[in-house]
């Protein structure tokens, strides 16, 4: 089964830009369709951002234009470049895998253990 281990989180100012990494262990990561949840203080956990085994992404409305979700097979990670950052994206970040054509929480197979992003102001 795969693990995944995220990274590249931090402390920044409003406008600077992260990548954050989620590396996979195990086998048959190009299968499991790969997406980004965040969760802050309070909150639910939401969706950020998704991309499945064909490439296809899909973005939360409010980091549309802001976010670029990737992926690279062959060195079993996938990607979140956050640019233009706000003081409302600080939240802890999570990786997350599924075999399923639907990417949501209640759907994930396998969670990373996050990654804290603050943004501040």
């Known amino acids: 089964q795969v693990q995944l281990v995220e990274s590249g989180g931090g402390l920044v100012q409003a406008g600077a830009s992260l990548r954050l990494s989620c590396s996979a262990s195990?086998?048959?990561?190009?299968?499991?369709?790969m997406g980004w949840f965040r969760q802050a203080p309070g909150k639910e956990r939401e969706f950020v951002a998704a991309i499945r085994g064909s490439d296809t992404t899909f973005y939360k409305d409010p980091v549309k234009g802001r976010f670029t979700i990737s992926r690279d097979n062959a060195k079993n990670t996938v990607y979140l470049q956050m640019n233009n950052l706000k003081p409302e994206d600080t939240s802890v970040y999570y990786c997350?895998?599924?075999?399923?054509?639907?990417?949501?929480?209640?759907?994930?197979?396998?969670w990373g253990q996050g990654t804290q992003v603050t943004v501040s102001s």
């Open positions: 195990g086998r048959s990561f190009s299968r499991y369709n």
């Open positions: 997350a895998a599924t075999t399923k054509p639907f990417i949501a929480s209640p759907t994930i197979d396998i």
